[in-house]
DNA sequence: GATTAGCACTCACCGAGGAAGAGTGCTAAC
DNA sequence: GTTAGCACTCTTCCTCGGTGAGTGCTAATC
């Protein structure tokens, strides 16, 4: 869409004034509080015009315009003014994370705090997904037909289940599968473990029939394990904010937006978008219909390059864009870092 | 407090209307509704002296009375009728967590999602206290310098994590150190570990001074996973419930609310009463100040009779008592026979 | 003496009506 | 092309009277 530079000033006014006040802009506000050099007559005709685009619209007749979606768009596609975070703000994020690194999940959380305290919306955080290499297995003794599994896997986490194992394995046979499991599959994707791990032991054990049907049983189930430990759980922080925001002040829209909140499975789906980076979704432009009046800013992060999890924040479509893509920019790139540095392994 | 049957009635009659309909509740109501045998003018005499008496309070001059936080007290303890749960309930309850006790952290979710359905109230569920003993210990390779400890612990979960072992520990002397912990201090409390412990394997290891310093380091990293471990995990559900109460129609109570629902710490403390079985807390009594409109009916649950955690529902001070209580009562005994089977230990 | 009918009174709730104010669109002048 | 002026629209806010639910009091009744 091409629009000449005083719509676009004129774009631009609007978006940030509604941004900052949540009221409908006038075209006398915006002759008062940015310098375009014209009468409000004529930035009514621009207004005019912006509106036939669809970049704006009126609540009503005698009111002034609102950014619609595709204006949110336009003014994040090209009119945004980018924005240096402030040194206290970069300390205090890195600080704050880097006193937290002990435990995957307290990373998460906090950093989600972090993000929600920091742009005033709601945080999401995905952990990273863990479709990824186990490097080794171990069995301990548990009690009569059970086992505790410990599974290490390449981003460093540590994952332990008791697995039913049937009476009649003893511990050597255990022992056995685990060592299959650490010669043969290091470092297998826990997603292709089930086909070929199976191939692999049941080549290895067909000598032994005795052991193999209650062997199979277990891996069945450790597959499962498997599956189910690979689920990034999501993180979300500062839902509160979201009841700060005008936008929120009508009951039922909080009713609809908590229940999206508490479907981790839809929170997962928002942010799952395949490409990398940074991803805007304005508005109508979210999957979920009941966010149509919200945005969601996320961004991926790395692990070694490799396994990615990714942060977002949500808030109305009437957020502080440029403010929000910085942080979430910021801080991705410092969680990659941080935990690139902690899981940095020699494999 | 003693007053005469009459008013007894009036007061039933009053809590129980006003907790269906949320509206105060006139004279005329209660002489329509519930078959006392007196006019409306007797009534209202009456209901004049159970305001004296501060078991009801008037809105304003000109509606029906609401019951005060006396009167739903005075209600639960003397006049409530036992509510039997339907078989439909019972086998649904039952059915639905044993399907689901794979894992610990799974039952107390679903029990929680479970309450809060059931009860149309929000659920408050606190993971059994880990307060107890650990009954073996293992260690298994990591990368240089660290190793995973296992730890089983006697309500049947196991933990693991990450410990610092230092360069010139060998996996032989982690090997000792396990051994002295299966055999000395299997079942001593978490707590009790510190000092018994460290006094043991210093007695132990005094020979051998090399290992001494080292493994002096690890003791104090481990003793700050047990306690780190401690804490049972609180698991809100159906917190969205609240909304639908005509009393949370106020957007500011909400945000209070809320506010509470996400500090896990005050979550805890609401459920944390010393006293094992029923425990009631109606509007004023609570410790919260922003949950002085709202009770608490919450339950403790026991594994092998021995550690404990509770469960509770939440919500607004005009809730129904005795359905709750016997949701909270059926689960609670239905959680403590469930996991007592799952967890029976020959140890 | 307890109970009740009758009645005046209070007060929240609701909808109508009207004033104020913000903002627009149009027209005519610059 | 730009702007001043003006009529017009529509929301918001306030007021105000009517309505109805419910009370408290008084006097009559059982």
Redesign the interface.
């Given at each position: 869409m091409q629009i000449d530079e005083r719509k676009q000033k004129i774009l631009k006014a609007i978006v940030q004034d509604y941004i900052a006040t949540a009221e409908p802009v006038g075209s006398r506000t915006i002759s008062k509080k940015f310098e375009l050099g014209v009468s409000p007559a004529t930035i009514r005709n621009e207004m005019s015009d912006l509106e036939e685009m669809g970049l704006i619209e009126q609540p009503h007749t005698s009111a002034g315009r609102i950014p619609s979606d595709a204006g949110y768009r336009y003014y994040v596609d090209y009119l945004m003014d980018p924005v240096q975070l402030s040194e206290d703000d970069k300390k205090k994020i890195n600080k704050e994370i880097s006193t937290r690194l002990n435990e995957i999940h307290e990373v998460m959380e906090y950093t989600g705090k972090l993000i929600s305290q920091v742009t005033c919306l709601t945080s999401l955080v995905l952990e990273p997904k863990t479709k990824n290499s186990v490097l080794k297995l171990?069995f301990?003794p548990?009690?009569?037909g059970k086992a505790?599994m410990?599974m290490?896997k390449d981003n460093?986490k540590?994952?332990?289940?008791?697995v039913d194992i049937g009476e009649d394995i003893t511990p050597e046979e255990l022992q056995i599968l685990a060592n299959i499991f650490n010669e043969k599959m290091s470092g297998t994707k826990a997603q292709d473990i089930k086909t070929v791990l199976l191939r692999e032991i049941y080549g290895e054990l067909s000598r032994k029939r005795r052991m193999l049907d209650g062997i199979l049983g277990i891996l069945g189930r450790m597959v499962n394990e498997f599956e189910e430990v690979d689920e990034g759980k999501v993180y979300l922080g500062g839902?509160?904010n979201m009841?700060?925001q005008p936008e929120f002040?009508d009951?039922d829209k909080?009713?609809d937006l908590?229940?999206v909140f508490?479907e981790s499975n839809k929170l997962k789906e928002l942010l799952n978008h395949d490409q990398q980076g940074l991803n805007i979704s304005i508005g109508s432009e979210n999957i979920e219909q009941v966010l149509k009046d919200c945005s969601i800013i996320s961004a991926t992060y790395h692990i070694n390059g490799k396994q990615i999890g990714s942060i977002g924040v949500l808030g109305p479509t009437r957020m502080d864009y440029s403010r929000a893509i910085t942080i979430v920019d910021y801080m991705t790139k410092s969680l990659t870092e941080m935990l690139t540095k902690k899981y940095r392994?020699?494999k």
């Open positions: 171990h301990l548990y009690e009569e505790i410990v290490v460093g540590v994952e332990n289940s008791v839902a509160l009841l700060n002040r009951l909080v009713k908590f229940q508490e392994r020699t």
